[in-house]
């Protein structure tokens, strides 16, 4: 997938009204994603949670970093470096931690409300094995 495609793709989704405007940025980085592979990221996460206070639950329980790295390892992805379509994880975040999609190397684009800020790097990033 090009870089181009990535940014068209999450600008659709992440500037999208409500409801995608309460995601938190992991199940954003998902519909990405699964828009640009027809695959989520995150696997059986992504269906552990519907609102707000449940994630914030779920994290607390879990643990951001531990919970995210389990997620993306039981849907099949394997660690990274920044390309187009990989999933980025840094614990600088609005809960302690944010979620990326990468757009190319230097570009990665996190979740914020009817949009997306864009990070230069993440500490740790997954692609789908297959990709190699």
Do not use: K, N
């Not at 954003?28 to 699964?34: C, E, K, N, S, T």
């Not at 695959?39 to 059986?44: F, P, V």
């Not at 187009?84 to 809960?95: K, L, Q």
Request: with cysteine.
């Amino acid at each position: 997938m090009s870089p181009a495609e990535v940014l068209r793709v999450a600008d659709v989704i992440f500037s999208a009204p409500p409801p995608r405007g309460w995601l938190d940025c992991a199940l954003a980085v998902d519909q990405v994603l699964r828009a640009l592979t027809g695959r989520s990221a995150l696997g059986d996460l992504a269906g552990a949670y519907a609102t707000p206070a449940q994630a914030r639950r779920l994290i607390r329980r879990g643990g951001g970093a531990v919970l995210f790295r389990a997620g993306v390892m039981r849907a099949g992805m394997v660690p990274c470096g920044p390309v187009p379509g990989a999933v980025g994880f840094t614990p600088e975040g609005r809960w302690g931690f944010a979620v990326a999609i990468c757009a190319g190397p230097g570009v990665w684009l996190v979740p914020v409300h009817r949009g997306f800020a864009v990070r230069p790097d993440m500490d740790s990033c997954w692609r789908f094995a297959e990709w190699a």
